[in-house]
């Protein structure tokens, strides 16, 4: 299923795609989270799957057309963002950084949270080198504490699409740790939808890729990443609770903007989209202030 959130005369609500509808499955009975979130259904499990399948194939759910709803962020404010660095070859030797022989984990505030049609916005007086980062998001099904690698998959609710926008010129300052560059309100739109991991049974075999202004600027697969996703499930749960709903975005491939000759920067106006195949892609503006 592709779950999503969703408003309509104002009021957030969770549904599921359907064709080119959405089921209102806060109307179907199902609890929607804060902003209308994903969280209950997502910290619900299979029961609460069960019941949003049932939505789905009753043809007399209320719906939407797709094109008249908003589309917003799945979960506004997940327990934890935890993203991945360097977790491509050809991006660790763009970045001219050393191959990593474990996972680089760092965070992304959750206030960085937008939806995935949102416009990106940055102060200028602030960073002027924005850069987009295409990722496969892994959401979290179940609690999760020192999961063996053979397990991990276990854990995975679903999967989404994240652009892992990131201010280069705050990057690699003073200490070189990243959560400043890559936190700014508005720095992790990701969605449109969480798919469902029965719907993805191998998250190893996706197709990446970023389209700015119209241009493809990334394209890999997700077989090219160093840490696949057990692995990296396994290495941050050692002494680190995962909690359903927190959003893991996998690293990006190589074709970011600020190794480019010229560098790439994000403008006011460019259109960015990101996409993973089999769940969709997003589409945001640049709007620095
Ligand atoms: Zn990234």
Known sequence: MKLLTFSVDGKARPGVLKGDRVIDLAAAGLPAGPNGGLIEIVRGGDAMLDRARK????????????????????IRQPSKIV??????????????LPVPTVPVP???????????????????????EVDYEVELGVVIGKTALNVPEAKALDYVFGYTVVNDISARDLQFVGARQWDRSKSFDTFCPYGPYIVTKDEIPDPHVLQVRTILN??????SNTKNLIFNVPRIIAHLSQGTTLLPGDLIPTGTPGGVGFRRTPPVFLKDGDECVCEVEGIGAIRNRMRPR
């Not at 759910?61 to 917003?72: D, I, N, Q, R």
């Not at 993203?83 to 001219?96: M, Q």
């Open 106 to 128: 760092f965070s992304k505030f959750t206030t960085s949270v937008c939806g995935p049609y949102d416009d990106i916005v940055w102060p200028l007086s602030v960073t002027k």
């Open 55 to 74: 939505a789905l194939d009753d043809p007399n759910a209320k719906s939407y057309e797709l094109s008249k709803v908003k589309v917003l962020p799945p």
């Open 214 to 219: 119209g241009k493809e600027m990334q394209n």
């Open 83 to 96: 993203a991945i660095g360097l977790n491509y070859i050809d991006h660790c030797k763009e970045t001219g």
